[in-house]
């Protein structure tokens, strides 16, 4: 949020094409979620 000056409440979507992206905003990403990534991707993909 600091990129947009937004409260840390107020969340918002990232756009990103790679596990390696999702690692700059998270610690660990979830088996369930990886696997949808390596089916997916390069392609659509929603994960909340």
């Known amino acids: 949020n600091q990129v947009k000056g937004r409260p840390p409440e107020k969340p918002y979507s990232l756009h990103l094409y790679d596990a390696a992206q999702v690692l700059q905003f998270v ?19 929603t994960i909340v």
């Open 27 to 45: 610690d660990d990403i979830p088996p369930a979620a990886e696997r949808l990534m390596k089916r997916f991707w390069p392609g659509p993909l």
